[in-house]
Every structure is written in C-alpha cells, then in structure tokens.
C-alpha cells in the first residue's frame, strides 16, 4: 500500500519541476557559482543528523510502536549531539554540556509551542468528524454532492465528473485552516461515502482526498506552507502564495486521473505491468502540457492560441481510457507543431532584422 503514493508524488514534483524550469528560461535565471568547502567534509561534520532517520527504520523493523520509536530516535540525536558538543568544546565539557542543557529545554519549548495548535486542530478536527459520523450528517453532505452533479445531467459519467469537480473543490475548502491530517480525516467522512456511492474504489479515494488535503496547503487565500516560507525567507506573503499556488497548478487535475476511470488505479501501481506503464506515460505528458499552459514557455515563449490547445490535450490525457489519450496526444501535437512553426517564423524575422 505503501508503494501507491509513489507516481502520485513523481507527478507532483515533475509539475512543480516543469513550472520552475518554464520561468527560469523566461526570466533567463543563469548559475551561480559559490564557495563551499568540501561535501565530504561537510558530510563527515554533521552527517550523524542523518542517524536519527536510520534509527527510526531500524527500530520499526524491529516491531517497535512508531511513536516509541520516534522517541527513541529523537533521544539518540540528542545524545550525538551531545558528544559533538564536547569534542568540539573550546572551553571545556561543562560548558558544552551547559549550553547542550539549554538547547534541549530550548527545543522543547518551542515544539510544546508548536504543537499546542496542531493538537487543537486535531482535537477540533476530531469533534466535526465524530459529529458527522454520529449524526448521520457525512452522509447526507455525501448524498448533496452526488445530487448537485445530478441536477446537471444525467449521464452516469457527467455525475462522476461533476461529483469529482465538487469534491475536489469540498476538500480544498475543508482544508484551507487546518493541517493536512485532520483535513483528510474530516474530507474522508464527508466525501469518501460520495466517491464510493459512485463505484470509486477505497485506494482511488483514498489518494483522491489525499492528496487535494495536501494541496491545501498551497491554496490560497490561506495556504499555510507558502506563507510559513513567507516568513522563512522574508518574502511578501500574498506574491509567495500565488506564486506555489502557480507552480502547484498541474498537480491540481492530477488527482482526478485516479477516480474518473478504472485504469486510474494504475497510477496506485495497482494493476498490470503494461497498463502501468502507459498510463504513466499519459500522465506525465498531461502534466508537461499543463506546465506549458501555466508556464506559458516551450522552447521559447508560447502564445495564448497555441496555449489553448494544450489545455483540451491536457483534459483528455488525463482521462486515462485508450481512444481519449489518443486524442489528447492529438493536441498535444497539433500544439507542439504550432509552437515550433511559430518559433521559426519569429527566428526568421529575428535574421531579416538583424541583416
């Protein structure tokens, strides 16, 4: 089960990958050389950090709980960091063993501090999805996405599609306040029975829900992660947050690959090798073309027109059934040949000028 959420991930960072590469070109972002020591060194001086990660594999291989076995980890890196202290002591191990004292109270402090909201959250999250559960109400939330879909058409296929439309838009709304876990744990009593009314299977809306709960967290007007790297970086809040919220697009229609057809399990790596490979395939050109829409870069600038057809190729691409991946490659090509007649015309014009 474990290995279901790999493709799903690739395609995340492949959109994201794709967008950031789109706007490096167009602004023309060039490499920055700068001085660093060696990695081996570097490697060799705080490489034990990376311990406390073994540990925590170890130990679960060991049958150890995993919250003991965080602890037990997190105890270990305190104790490594500890004797790095005294080795690299300048004045002595009682001041380094004072100044380590200081840190852990420090530390602890702080993520007391910091967990204090989270564990509000959780709780308050755990109250709604309790009295919906109880009440009966995720049911009949569930029951008013499927008959608002309804009230549009009545082809079994259409409900699907405007039913998956509506709860992408429910879960992206449930989690714009709270954290990733208790937005799916709220997401799943309300849109879970919805999905699964209509034939989705438990992995497909599982990831599903999923999978927008994260990406919450890059949706505006909150989007949580975007204004905490705000504040990291010193950066205006509202520019950074469309701008994650750009990169972030194409991994938006991803997830609808999942539910809309059976072979979206494919994109879980639950089905045959073949079906695998060509539905990863579909899908990483979807979500290429959809950086091309959003970034608006293919070899060089690409115009609206030419934009716009990427965006039809992107939809069918998505709809992972033989015939509509065809006529999405379809597009994509039309596109592709468009942008490259484009860029020679305009090279040509470039050459005319110059001379």
Same mark, same amino acid.
């Given at each position: ?8 991930? /690739? ?28 990695? &081996? ?5 705080? @490489? ?17 709980? $995993? ?26 191990? @009682? ?16 993520? #007391? ?14 109250? %709604? ?17 499927? +008959? ?12 699907? /599609? ?9 879960? =992206? ?12 744990? %709220? ?11 209509? =034939? ?8 599903? !829900?999923?999978?927008?709960? #994260?990406? +919450? ?36 229609? #991803?997830? !609808? ?15 045959? $090798? ?16 959809? +950086? /091309?829409?959003?970034?608006? &870069? ?14 039809? =190729? ?42």
């Amino acid at each position: 089960m474990y290995a279901a959420g790999v493709f799903p991930t /690739v395609l995340y960072y492949l959109g994201i990958v794709f967008a950031v590469e789109a706007d490096a070109r167009r602004f023309g972002a060039k490499a920055v050389n700068t001085e660093h020591g060696s990695a &081996w060194r570097l490697l060799l001086r705080g @490489g034990y950090h990376l311990l406390s990660l073994a540990i925590i594999v170890v130990f679960l291989a060991l049958d150890i709980p $995993p919250f003991a076995a965080v602890v037990y980890a997190t105890g270990v890196a305190a104790l490594f960091t500890l004797i790095s202290g005294l080795v690299r002591a300048e004045h002595g191990p @009682g001041p380094a063993a004072l100044k380590w004292l200081r840190d852990i109270v420090d530390a602890l402090s702080a993520g #007391v501090r910091g967990a204090l909201p989270v564990v509000a959250v959780c709780a308050a999250a755990g109250i %709604i999805t309790s009295t919906i559960t109880k009440t009966g109400l995720g049911q009949e939330l569930a029951d008013a996405l499927v +008959s608002a879909a309804q009230a549009i058409t009545s082809n079994p296929t259409a409900i699907l /599609v405007f039913t998956v439309v509506f709860a992408a838009l429910a879960v =992206g709304v449930l989690g714009l306040a709270v954290p990733v876990t208790a937005s799916f744990i %709220i997401a799943w009593v309300v849109i879970g029975p919805a999905l699964g009314a209509l =034939g989705v299977a438990d992995a497909e809306r599982a990831m599903f !829900i999923f999978y927008y709960a #994260v990406l +919450s967290e890059v949706t505006p007007p909150t989007a949580l992660a975007a204004v905490a790297s705000a504040a990291i970086t010193g950066g205006r809040i509202t520019a950074t947050m469309m701008q994650a919220w750009k990169y972030t697009l194409p991994a938006f229609l #991803v997830p !609808i690959a999942f539910v809309l057809t059976d072979n979206g399990s494919a994109l879980l790596l639950q089905s045959d $090798p073949l079906t695998i490979v060509w539905v990863a395939a579909a899908s990483i050109v979807a979500v290429a073309a959809l +950086s /091309v829409v959003t970034g608006g &870069w293919l070899a060089g600038p690409v115009s609206r027109p030419v934009r716009l057809l990427f965006v039809p =190729g992107a939809l069918c691409l998505l709809y992972l059934e033989p015939p509509v991946v065809a006529i999405g490659l379809g597009f994509c090509v039309l596109g592709l040949v468009a942008q490259l007649v484009l860029r020679r015309r305009e090279t040509i014009k470039e050459v005319r000028d110059a001379d």
